[in-house]
């Protein structure tokens, strides 16, 4: 299968996607990936996409298609992939349909993690993260520590990130509002959008997304 996910932040694509391609046998392409992959191996489009970030700019979409083009083409993506994080934006999903094409490939469908946006600031805004190692990260709500404040591993400080505080979520959600969520009818207009709840345990969404994808 050849799925895209889209979603909101605090939808929990990325560990959705991890499951999902791992039950589907498929590769799980992520921007994140493609950019850190292509930035410590030197390649011509890694050391293009480092140059606009060195100087602050962001990366020209034909950068990143680029990328998620190379790494659609590898061996292990030829029975499918699932991209997260990519297309961000109509202009990508209009640029992918035609690398797509050209390739003589089409998508099968594109799984929309939906989420109330008040559980998504709750979502993130309550993230905790431990200043003496970013792994061990808590919930104010989800998963407490058991003293207010202190790792329960390390006994280290936890701190909330600039980033993950309720105006930024906010913003955040604004810019997904704006340039993401568009794609969504783009790709619905194809009839390829499947749409499915992400609230509950991360194996219940997992098996809702499976069922659906089935159908």
């Known amino acids: 299968m050849r799925i895209v996910l889209v ?14 391609a791992k039950n589907l046998d498929i590769p799980h392409i ?33 950068v990143t298609i680029g990328m998620a083009k190379d790494r659609m083409e590898q061996a292990d993506a030829a029975n499918g992939f699932l991209l997260d994080g990519f297309p961000r934006n109509v202009a990508q999903a209009e640029a992918l349909d035609v690398v797509l094409k050209a390739d003589d490939m089409q ?49 280290g400080e936890l701190y909330q990130r600039a980033d993950d505080s309720e105006e930024t979520v906010r913003t955040r959600l604004e810019v997904y509002h704006t340039q993401t969520e568009p794609i969504i009818d783009y790709y619905r207009a194809q009839n390829l959008v499947v749409t499915i709840s992400a609230l509950g345990k991360v194996d219940e969404v997992t098996a809702r997304a499976m069922g659906a994808l089935k159908k």
């Open 30 to 62: 992520s921007t994140g990936d493609l950019f850190r992959a292509n930035i410590s191996q030197g390649t011509q489009l890694g050391l293009e996409a480092k140059g606009y970030m060195d100087r602050g700019e962001l990366v020209p979409d034909e």
């Open 107 to 155: 998508l099968d469908a594109v799984l929309d993690l939906e989420v109330p946006e008040d559980e998504v600031v709750k979502r993130i805004a309550g993230r905790r993260i431990c200043r003496n190692d970013s792994s061990h990260v808590f919930h104010v709500t989800y998963n407490a520590p058991e003293t207010e404040g202190v790792c329960d591993t390390c006994g």
């Open 7 to 20: 979603g909101p932040p605090g939808a929990g694509k990325g560990t959705q996607a991890a499951f999902l």
